[in-house]
């Protein structure tokens, strides 16, 4: 497809506008931004004419590569306030890197209409337990490892993928769930989406897309153009979201976030079945 001046504009303003939107509400409420983008950017793309069967693969992978770049930049500031947990990191990393794998083996071999459902079924559970989840809630005193460890770790980095997300989404709710203070959590689940991110950005660049179906500037399945301009809005206005949480309420806010999250889940699974 031949990229008009017009199209690149229309493309560029409103990839100004996610990546600011996402900034904020990563600064704001803490939840990672590819539980945002991976939608904007399919309806970005789909609205100036590009689709094709893996048009969600686009979209998931031009998400992690945003991820790679802002969890880098978020786990070294964690870390300077000793904030990381790096016992649970490394307990968990060779899992969460083998999930990772595998989730890109699985989301090059599907449909755009099959990944967006997987997306909206995901975002249905997360956006449940943004709205409705207690802080007391516990499976355990603990972080797990042994089997039980082994066994989640793949499913973490597994999930991800599919969903084009970092490690705050799925990483979060599993370490409160544990018993790990929420600072800690959110800290330590910045280096999941290191390890989610990399190898699956790896796998993505590899990924062959016909020409007429891909946004201009796109490489495998990684798009420049939306990697470039999200990463500089998003740096910008994350600062933001964090100066809004310590004036706001950030409950209010977070039940907000997941009735919007679940209607942008019921709209991905609308668009899935066809309807």
Known sequence: MTADPALLLQMFLLLLVIGGFAGVLAGLLGVGGGIVLVPAFY?????LGYGGPQLMQICLATSLATIIVTSMRSVLSHNRRGAVDWEILRGWAPGIAVGAVLGVLVATSLRSTVLQGIFGGLAIVIGLYLG???THWRLGQAMPKGVTRAALSPVVGFLSVLMGIGG????VPLMTLYNTPIHRA???AAGFGVLI???SVAGFLLVEIA?????PLTIGAVNLVAFAITIAM???????GVKLAHAMDPKPLRRAFAVFLLLVAFNMLRKSFGW
């Open 211 to 215: 020409p007429e179906n891909r946004p």
């Open 234 to 240: 998003t740096l910008l206005t994350a600062p933001l």
């Open 168 to 171: 705050g989404s799925f990483g």
């Open 197 to 199: 991110a990399v190898p």
């Open 132 to 134: 409705l989840g207690r």
């Open 43 to 47: 309806y970005t793309f789909h609205g």
């Open 186 to 188: 959110v800290a330590t």
